[in-house]
């Protein structure tokens, strides 16, 4: 049975979106970039939808943490050092929130740029600025999960998989974004099922951290505190979500030009599913530690 010392950080529905969003925002900027180095001309559609979600999402992100913090002007204090005599950029690479806050700060940087690409307002960024910004991307998509495993919360960490999962499901949900929405804007029918598939093969490997997820905590003694009451219920739902998505990869790969009516027929369904299971994975990870 592992040991904890800790009072549980009674984080809530503030910290809860941060991580759901934060995954989307990275990973739909990552998935913009894949599509823009190795798609081609008829991904543009997706490719601005891509890029222009970012943004918005990072400012609502921003937007939790300092409510989270209860007084939102000490958000500044994470970056800026405001020490008498001592002043100059509060960057400690030994704290993971503060690491945290300094990820999602440069990666604003990179999603403004690939906002005003996707209004059209600059021409399309250098591969290397799109990759090292995708760099960010994945990092903000997974840190969250490597966050809480770094604390001496019980269950959060007594296991190695939490980044893995949070980064796999972020990629996953953004994928099923980018497809769901893509629909709305035109998006060409084997962009979505290209979209589709990768939806797929991202859900199986979040199964996969997820069996290791059970596997690490059992080892631990810590099952219990995320496998009882409605928690098990909520595991149920997030299992049965990857169940269309896991399916469709192998479906969609077999589509060609008279199977897009099939296509279009889940083209709504299926992402809610994937993007409301990714939100309850992280409510249960997140809350049935804490209570």
Not at 93 to 98: D, K, L, Q, R, T
Not at 112 to 138: D, K, N, Q, W, Y
Not at 252 to 279: D, E, H, K, W, Y
Request: glycine share 12%.
């Amino acid at each position: 049975m592992a040991q904890h010392f800790v009072h549980p950080p009674n984080w809530t529905w503030y910290i809860v979106s941060y991580f759901f969003l934060a995954g989307l925002a990275g990973g739909s900027y990552v998935l913009a970039t894949i599509l823009r180095l190795w798609g081609s001309q008829r991904d543009e559609a997706v490719i601005r939808l891509g890029y222009l979600i970012p943004l918005p999402l990072c400012v609502l992100c921003a937007i939790f943490l300092t409510i989270d913090l209860g007084r939102p002007l000490a958000f500044w204090h994470m970056l800026i050092n405001t020490t008498p005599g001592n002043g100059g950029l509060n960057f400690k690479y030994w704290s993971p929130m503060s690491v945290g806050v300094w990820a999602l700060s440069i990666f604003g940087l990179f999603s403004l740029l690939a906002f005003f690409e996707g209004l059209g307002r600059l021409r399309p960024m250098p591969s290397a600025v799109t990759i090292v910004g995708s760099f960010f991307g994945l990092f903000l998509a997974g840190y969250t999960g490597v966050l809480l495993s770094v604390s001496n919360q019980p269950l959060w960490s007594d296991t190695y998989a939490l980044g893995g999962l949070f980064l796999a499901s972020g990629l996953s949900g953004s994928a099923a974004l980018l497809a769901w929405l893509g629909h709305y804007v035109n998006g060409d029918p084997s962009t979505e099922a290209r979209l589709g598939a990768a939806d797929g093969y991202f859900a199986i490997l979040e199964l996969l951290f997820i069996l290791a997820f059970f596997v690490t905590v059992a080892m631990a003694g810590t099952i219990g505190r995320t496998l009882s009451g409605i928690w098990v219920v909520l595991w149920i739902l997030v299992l049965a979500s990857l169940i269309p998505a896991i399916r469709g990869a192998f479906a969609r790969t077999t589509i060609s030009g008279g199977g897009t009516a099939a296509l279009a027929q889940t083209a709504i369904v299926m992402p809610i599913i994937v993007l409301i299971g990714v939100f309850l994975m992280r409510i249960v990870v997140v809350f049935s530690a804490q209570f």
